[in-house]
């Protein structure tokens, strides 16, 4: 399953900014920036990547069960998901 195109246009957007966020950090190592300032740009970009990880868990999980319910789904999905969730969340 894919992000559903409504999903799309805000994990795109908030990759970039974390995109962004990677090339800061790459500037201030390259200016000579404080370990501990850096470190908590390291800390905004993993929270950032964990919310957008959150977003398309969400939606395949969303997906995944609606199409089970439906029928269009065996339950080899329902255990690919999990297999998913559980190497989402080590």
Do not use: F, H, W
């Not at 900014?17 to 993993?46: D, T, W």
């Not at 939606?59 to 255990?79: R, T």
Request: aromatic share 4%; hydrophobic share 40%; proline share 1%.
């Amino acid at each position: 399953m894919s992000v559903a195109s409504k999903e799309k246009d805000p994990v795109i957007l908030r990759l970039r900014k974390i995109e962004g966020q990677v090339k800061g950090i790459q500037k201030m190592i390259e200016e000579g920036k404080k370990c501990g300032e850096i470190l908590i740009q390291i800390a905004a970009v993993r929270s950032a990547i964990n919310s957008v990880g959150g977003l398309i868990l969400e939606n395949y999980i969303k997906e995944c069960l609606k199409n089970y319910l439906d029928g269009s789904l065996k339950e080899e999905s329902l255990d690919e998901l999990v297999n998913i969730m559980i190497k989402y969340t080590k």
